[in-house]
C-alpha cells in the first residue's frame, strides 16, 4: 500500500498562507502528519503538492517523503494525476494534509478495516452530533474525514468511475478536526491546551 498526503490546496477559507505549513503546537501541520504516517509504517509516501503550495514543496524536501506537483485542478483530480503519473496499481492510503492529530494507531486501524473488507475502496466519516459536541461545525449528518483509501489499479484502468466503498464511522476528534477554519484552528488549540 502507498501512502498519499493531499497538500496543494488553496486553503482559501482560512487566509494564513500555505495551510500546511499552519503551525500546530510549534509544528507545521504537514509535518505532524508526516510524521504520524512514517510511524504507521504502512508504505511508500507521496506528498502532492501544486502552484498553490510551493513552500510546503520546498518544505517537505527534507521529510524523506516523495513530491510530485500536481495541476491544482482539485483534491480528487490531483490524487487521480499522482496515481496515473506514478503508474500505482495497489491500494492507496490518501489523507488530507489538513489533520494534525492523526495518530499511527487510528491509521492502522483505519487500513486493517479496508484489508478484511470486500470493497475496493474504504472512506472514513465522523457523525455530525459527534463533531458539535467537540465545537466542529459540520453541515452533513455523516461528515468526510479526508482519509480514504482506493484502489489504484481502478482509477489506473478508469479514474472517473466511482469506486464501491466500505464506510467506516470513526467518531474521535483526531479525525473530526481537520482544519479549514479560523474556528476549527481555535478547536484544535484548545483541545492541544486541554491535552498538555
Do not use: W
Not at 498562507?17 to 508504505?43: C, F, N, R, W, Y
Not at 503508474?87 to 491509521?107: A, H, K, Q, W, Y
Amino acid at each position: 500500500m502507498k501512502v498519499l498526503i493531499m497538500a496543494g490546496g488553496k486553503g482559501e477559507r482560512l487566509t494564513m498562507g500555505e495551510k500546511p505549513l499552519l503551525s500546530v503546537g510549534g509544528t507545521p501541520m504537514i509535518k505532524k502528519v508526516i510524521d504520524s504516517v512514517k510511524k504507521a509504517s504502512i508504505g511508500e509516501i507521496i506528498v502532492a503538492v501544486s502552484e498553490n503550495t510551493p513552500e510546503t514543496g520546498k518544505f517537505i524536501e527534507s521529510e524523506a517523503v516523495q513530491k510530485m506537483v500536481t495541476a491544482g485542478r482539485g483534491y480528487i483530480e490531483d490524487m487521480r494525476e499522482v496515481i496515473r503519473e506514478k503508474n500505482i496499481s495497489e491500494p492507496v492510503l490518501v489523507l488530507s494534509s489538513d489533520v494534525p492529530l492523526i495518530t499511527p494507531e487510528i491509521l492502522n486501524d483505519v487500513v486493517t478495516t479496508y484489508e478484511t473488507s470486500n470493497s475496493p475502496a474504504l472512506a472514513v466519516y465522523t457523525t455530525k452530533d459527534f463533531c458539535e459536541k467537540h465545537g466542529i461545525f459540520k453541515k452533513e449528518l455523516l461528515s468526510p474525514s479526508g482519509i480514504n483509501i482506493v484502489s489504484g489499479a481502478m482509477i489506473m484502468e478508469n479514474p472517473d468511475n466511482a469506486q464501491e466503498e466500505e464506510v467506516m464511522i470513526l467518531n474521535r476528534i483526531e479525525v473530526a478536526l481537520n482544519v479549514n477554519t479560523i474556528d476549527d484552528i481555535d478547536t484544535l488549540q484548545e483541545y492541544l491546551t486541554e491535552s498538555v
